[in-house]
């Protein structure tokens, strides 16, 4: 095993490499893993188009009141990756993301197998997220999170770590089919009955083509596993994180399925609940990732049970 500082699909960055696994890490552009190879085959996707750009957040006179004209100026950057958001959606000034946490420069530590990635204190929410990614020695992805309120008021941000794997994928979520919902985007509500299935007391969703949709809801467990049929074997991306079947959580979902029109991509979506926060408080959230061909294919019979968290 060992970590580089190279060049990461154009941007500068780090890299951790396993047996089997290389994780490409972003600090300078929202503390993002812009890629992820197994076995050299890229699964993350990443705008292209972008790559390489660093987009200048600051403000003339660091004047807080032109943040939204600077934000409606940027537009909504697709970046691609992996990288934590605050939720909900609808707090977000001019409908992006906050820019310090999405496209802002990151602190990085190295420390062996792991990178530790600090964000500054976000302009718009007043919270500053640390990312550590580790990989394991039995190339396990461990993403452990924290998001503190650098403010002086209470906030009620949930953490939200939002993957963008590249298609296909058949994406089975640890909950029952009438847990998950259509959102109000896209296809959804058209598309909810032929693309997200009951499989074995777990729900499939199936993202094999270029429509758009999200389906969301509160998993009973807090795991969703990916599966890319090949013919060396399915590709098996399993995702795991802590859930609470009865919090409260913003957008009313613990996790959310995101398949796009317009680019080759699913997106994985996991939430933390959400709670008060007290000025100089903080709260966390760890996510895992388990990436492995298995022989032959891989189906809802071999599901692990579905039981209440």
Known sequence: MSNESVEVRGWPGL???????????????????CSAQHDGEELLFVDERLSGVLPDIRLPNDDKSALADLKTALGFQLWGGNKLW??????WIAGTPPL????????????????????????????????????THDDCVVIDQRMENCGEKDVAWGMWDVTQWLRPFDVYVAARRDRLRPYELGDSARLFDRVVQEANNWTRVVCDDSVEFKFGGIAERGRMIAVRAAEL?????????????????????????????????????????????????????????????????????????????
């Open 233 to 309: 074997g399915a590709l098996v991306v399993d995702v795991e994180f802590p859930n609470n079947s009865r919090g409260e959580y913003a957008h009313d979902s613990s996790v959310e399925v995101y398949n796009s029109s317009k680019y080759p991509y699913l997106e994985l979506e996991t939430h933390r609940q959400r709670e008060v926060i007290p000025p100089g408080g903080s709260v966390e959230f760890r996510e895992q990732w388990h990436i492995s061909r298995v022989g032959g294919p891989f189906g809802p019979e071999a599901l692990p049970p579905l039981v209440d968290a």
């Open 86 to 91: 605050v939720a909900p959606e609808a707090a």
């Open 100 to 135: 310090d946490l999405d496209a802002g420069c990151y602190g990085a530590v190295t420390d062996g197998q792991s990178v530790t990635m600090i964000s500054p204190v976000c302009r718009e929410t007043g919270v500053r997220l640390t990312r550590r990614v580790e990989l």
């Open 15 to 33: 890299w951790l490499a396993g047996d089997h696994l290389r994780l490409g890490l972003v600090p300078q552009l929202g503390g993002r893993i």
